[in-house]
Each structure stands twice: as structure tokens, then as C-alpha cells.
């Protein structure tokens, strides 16, 4: 068993987005995780694949990743 999160950095911390274990995942819920991936990327969050310390940024969601999205940084 595998369990994978979709994590997403706030003002208040981090909170998980999602969360799935990659054996018993229907693929309508991963279709649905995906979704709530593409729209935090199209809303300019960027996408790390944190898991077991890789941290590299990604760019298309990866069921079998624990992801960490980062919002933009704005100065002022």
C-alpha cells in the first residue's frame, strides 16, 4: 500500500488537497485529483514531486507522487 497526497502551501500553512492509496484508487477519483491538480496549476501554483526527498518540479500530475503546490510568490 502506497498512500499519496496532493498537498497545497497557504497562507495558514500547508493543507492536503488530496489524498489516495495508489492500489485501491478508482480512476474516476484519480480523473477528479488530477482536475483539482490542473486547475491549481493553471492558476499559477507550481508543482513539486516530493516523495522520499526528490523535490523536483513537475509539470503534469503524477498519481504515483506526493505532490506539493506552491503558489507564486508577490512582492509589495
Known amino acids: 500500500m502506497a498512500l499519496r497526497h496532493v498537498r497545497v502551501i497557504g497562507p ?3 493543507k492536503t488537497l488530496a489524498e489516495w ?3 485501491t484508487v478508482s480512476p474516476e477519483q484519480l480523473d ?3 482536475a483539482q491538480f490542473n486547475q491549481k496549476v493553471r492558476q499559477g501554483f507550481f508543482a513539486a514531486d516530493i516523495t522520499d526527498g526528490r523535490n523536483v ?3 503534469k500530475f503524477d ?6 503546490l506552491i503558489p507564486r510568490v508577490r512582492g509589495g
Do not use: S
Open 57 to 59: 518540479l513537475i509539470k
Open 12 to 14: 495558514d500553512g500547508d
Open 63 to 68: 498519481p504515483k507522487a506526493n505532490i506539493l
Open 21 to 23: 492509496d495508489t492500489e
Open 32 to 34: 477528479d485529483i488530477e
